[in-house]
């Protein structure tokens, strides 16, 4: 596609999957999540609505999601085991398969941003821990916060009850499902029929040992091609064994699978056949759109080629 050619722009937004429970999910914080969910839209919207490129629109949708303490990244991030933040990030340009991760970062603001800077900036995709804290070192655009910074009130007392619940139980091994809901994605259409997908999250509550999930690995929790863009969100040891966001494009590529039924064999097949749950967002070179979950919610927002738009959380809008 030259640059003069143009084709309707398309974009999806996730801020987790889980179990969202209706009946304890007052009015006001419905109202709150879904205006940040709109927030996030209109950012990479904005993008989008200017010309600018898909890579540029997920970013930009996950930063504000990042920034919003409703979700598990940025400044909503759970907590590990210690008390403290360790935050991942990835994204990933389709045309040109071009992909920057981060993983286990304690004072970077937006995670999503640094993971852009190490594609571009760096022969690696994937830097870890005090290497991509240096990095991050020598990008002046990269915004520094004290890990403090990402302390929410809400995080503290899941940590504090996934800790009792330890201890109540040590012999046990703790349910995860539904536990982990938070972790927040985009994908992206742009008008040049470019694809692009970014995710990010805090982990999972209670975290140790310098746990990773799905989220920084590409082909698991992030994948982009010149098919389509994919966002996963869910029990991440479960997505990676199952190399979710990229089997969903490899059924698209060897078997010729429409993005709907790609999307839904992969989250409602083959993770949960392994024991895992959660969900996922795509989009298609034509604009298609796909959100499935096994999950009770998911946090969700969309506008599709035609202009419509919308944000949802459980099955029915």
Not at 161 to 189: I, S, W
Not at 193 to 201: D, I, K, N, P, R
Not at 220 to 241: K, P, Y
Request: one cysteine or more; proline letters at 3%; a negative charge.
């Amino acid at each position: 596609m030259d640059a003069s050619t143009t084709s309707p722009t398309a974009l999806a937004i996730h801020g987790g999957a889980g179990v969202i429970e209706r009946e304890r999910l007052g009015a006001d914080d419905e109202r709150a999540i879904r205006a940040d969910l709109d927030a996030a839209l209109d950012a990479g919207h904005a993008v989008l609505a200017r010309g600018g490129g898909a890579l540029d629109a997920v970013e930009a949708a996950v930063r504000a999601l990042e920034d919003s303490p409703r979700f598990n990244a940025g400044h909503g991030a759970v907590y590990d085991a210690d008390g403290r933040h360790e935050l991942d990030a990835s994204l990933m340009e389709g045309h040109t398969r071009r992909a920057g991760a981060v993983a286990g970062v304690t004072t970077v603001r937006n995670p999503v941003s640094l993971a852009r800077a190490v594609m571009a900036h760096s022969p690696h995709v994937l830097l870890v821990g005090a290497g991509a804290e240096a990095f991050a070192d020598t990008r002046a655009e990269i915004a520094r916060v004290p890990n403090a910074w990402f302390d929410t009130d809400h995080r503290r007392r899941e940590l504090e009850q996934a800790q009792a619940r330890e201890r109540a139980d040590a012999e046990v091994v703790v349910d995860l499902k539904g536990r982990y809901f938070g972790t927040v994605g985009a994908v992206a259409l742009d008008a040049r029929g470019h694809l692009a997908a970014a995710t990010s999250t805090g982990g999972m509550t209670n975290k140790r040992w310098g746990r990773v999930g799905d989220t920084p690995l590409v082909g698991a929790g992030t994948w982009a091609d010149d098919r389509c863009a994919v966002s996963g969100t869910g029990w991440g040891e479960f997505f990676i064994r199952c190399a979710v966001a990229h089997d969903i494009a490899a059924r698209m590529a060897y078997r010729g699978d429409s993005l709907a039924d790609a999307a839904g064999a992969v989250v409602m097949q083959a993770v949960p056949r392994l024991g895992g749950d959660g969900g996922a967002i795509a989009v298609d070179r034509d604009g298609n759109i796909a959100m499935p979950f096994n999950t009770a919610g998911m946090y969700r927002g969309w506008i599709r080629p035609d202009g419509s738009r919308g944000t949802a959380i459980f099955r029915d809008p």
